[in-house]
Structures are given as structure tokens and as C-alpha cells.
């Protein structure tokens, strides 16, 4: 396995690789691996004859309150990890190489990323997407996989795909979890045992949404049960909930996250159509995000209407 952490050896490397008729696949990450990366290794090999990684702990999408310096970090254990999945080469860049005094030129994206996890981190999806084309240029991929986890960061990633019309072809891959259901993610390391318990009602609470949903319950009513299972925790401190539409991510009916863009996909709401549930909460210091993909069932009248107006849309 290769390990390049210079970006002109790495431009060096991916030319050639190219020029050799070699389609390159990356999985770009943070480092500090679990299966979920792996699944994406899996997922992207039979797309590409030379399949990259890159782990690279971004400055530029932490807040300058956020766990930038604490975040995980094991690179031996990662580079095992990676040759154990048959990776080909790991880019690992050094940050003064990817961000010189100088640096000064940065991907915008469109106002969508200004909601949900946007609304919490601002300038974060900026840092996402200038760090995600600039991976993709170092390595020439034609082919890239992200997690779903990560809903609205691949919803941006592909919006900046379309719009620049590079030629990256994206993969999502399933969030993985673990057996209690909760989301694998590099940052559930923070966790003390009794924040771990309480973490695992984000998902609790996407189950009971989900049913909700399929059931033909009212939105606000699906938004409500969810809401009352988080509000039992002390410990989770609700950041956003909403349930939007698959497609678009604009929130059907939701609260927190820009409540300004709560119910801006309209009158959407039909038997058959694909919505997404995203919810963002902080347990104890570390901040957690989960979502699912859910169908809505027959539409079924509410048994009490008062509590639809207690949530505002
Ligand atoms: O999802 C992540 O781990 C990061 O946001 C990414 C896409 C590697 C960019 O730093």
C-alpha cells in the first residue's frame, strides 16, 4: 500500500495513474477508521482499479469552539486498517501543505447550507466542500463514496458535483451501526458509559418517527412523539429535529437547525413519498447527528388534533 503525503507527489502519482488507463476511487475521511469507513472501501472497490483514502482532520470545517484539537487521531492504527481492506494508497496531507499563510480561496456553497448542522456550525459546509474538490483534484478520482450518515453533507457534495459538472461519480454508503443501533461515528469515543445509553435514543427516536411516518400520523404528530422520546434525557440536549423530503432536504416540519427553514418543502406531504428524519443533539460536550430514510404510509386523521398545533411548522 502506498502512502503519499506530499500534494505534488500525489498529483504526480495520480497522472500517472491515469495515463496508465487506471480509474481512480477515493474515500476521503478524518481518520480514526471504524467500519463504517470500511463499508465505504467495499462499497467503491468494484468502481475503480485503484482505490485511495484520504485522512486529513480539516481546520477549516471545526468552529473555533469545536473538538478540533481533541477530535481522534491514530494514524498507525488507521494505515493497518486500510491494508487489512485492500486499500491502494492513503493520502495523508500535512496541513501547512493544504493550508499556507496564504491560502485564500474558498468554495461557497448555495444557501442550504445554512440549515440544520449548517445552522450550528456556520462556515462549516464551506470548509467541507473546499477541502472535498480539492481531494478530488489531488487524486484525479472518478469515483467517490461518502456515508449517509452524514445526510446533508453528501446532499452539498452533490449539489457542488452537479454544479461544477465535475466528473466524480458519487456513491453513498448505508450508516452503519452498531448492534444497540447506534451510529457508528469517529467522535462516539468521547462517550462515558452513561452517554453512551443516553446517545442511543437518537435512533430510539428515528424508530419511533419512522413508525410514525409509515403509520400516516400527521407530521407534527410524527415530530412530537420523536421529541417527547429525546426530552426524557437530561443529558441530550436537542440541537435540531425535522422531517423533510428525501429529494430536497427541505424540511417538512421541524424544529431547531434555522427554524426559518422549517416547512419550506411546502405541501408535500403524500402517501408513497420518500422523507428524511435528521436530528443533530449534543450528549454531555460531544455533538451527535443521525437520520433516516423513511416512506410515508396511507395518510391517517389525527385522534387529537389539539396536539398538532403544539408544535409550530
Ligand atoms: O465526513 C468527513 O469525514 C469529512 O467531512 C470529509 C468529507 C472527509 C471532509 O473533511
Not at 480539492?134 to 463514496?145: D, G, K, N, S, V
Request: with cysteine; net charge neutral.
Amino acid at each position: 500500500m502506498e502512502l503519499v503525503t506530499g500534494l505534488a507527489a500525489m498529483q504526480a502519482r495520480a497522472r500517472e495513474l491515469e495515463r496508465n488507463g487506471k480509474r481512480i476511487g477515493l474515500v476521503p475521511t478524518m481518520g480514526y477508521l471504524h467500519q463504517g469507513h470500511l463499508s465505504l472501501v467495499h462499497l467503491l472497490r468494484p468502481h475503480c482499479h485503484q482505490l485511495w483514502l484520504s485522512i486529513f482532520v480539516n481546520p477549516a470545517q471545526f468552529g473555533p469552539s469545536e473538538d478540533l484539537a481533541r477530535y481522534p487521531r491514530d494514524l498507525e492504527r488507521d494505515l493497518d486498517l486500510c491494508r487489512a481492506a485492500g486499500v491502494d494508497g492513503v493520502l495523508v496531507p500535512r496541513a501547512s501543505e493544504v493550508y499556507p499563510a496564504d491560502f485564500a480561496t474558498w468554495v461557497v456553497p448555495g444557501p442550504a447550507a445554512d440549515r440544520y448542522c449548517g445552522a450550528m456550525r456556520p462556515g462549516h459546509f464551506r470548509g467541507v466542500l473546499s477541502i472535498v474538490l480539492r481531494l478530488f483534484m489531488w487524486t484525479r478520482c472518478r469515483c467517490a463514496a461518502f456515508g449517509a450518515k452524514d445526510a446533508q453533507q453528501l446532499w452539498l457534495i452533490r449539489r457542488m458535483v452537479k454544479d461544477f459538472n465535475l466528473e466524480v461519480e458519487l456513491m453513498e454508503g448505508p450508516t452503519l451501526r452498531e448492534a444497540d443501533g447506534l451510529a457508528m461515528s469517529s467522535r462516539n469515543v468521547y462517550l462515558d458509559v452513561e452517554e453512551r445509553r443516553e446517545a442511543l435514543t437518537l435512533h430510539q427516536a428515528l424508530e419511533v418517527g419512522k413508525a410514525a411516518v409509515a403509520a400516516g400520523l400527521p407530521l407534527k404528530e410524527a415530530l412530537c412523539a420523536m421529541s417527547k422520546h429525546l426530552a426524557v434525557h437530561p443529558k441530550l440536549q436537542l440541537e435540531y429535529l425535522h422531517i423533510t423530503d428525501w429529494e430536497s432536504l427541505d424540511s417538512l416540519v421541524g424544529v431547531g437547525g434555522d427554524p426559518a427553514w422549517a416547512g419550506s418543502a411546502g405541501d408535500m406531504d403524500e402517501a408513497g413519498r420518500e422523507m428524511a428524519l435528521l436530528v443533530a443533539a449534543r450528549v454531555g460536550r460531544t455533538r451527535l447527528i443521525d437520520n433516516m430514510r423513511v416512506v410515508r404510509g396511507p395518510l391517517a386523521q389525527s385522534p387529537d388534533p389539539a396536539t398538532s398545533s403544539t408544535l409550530q411548522g
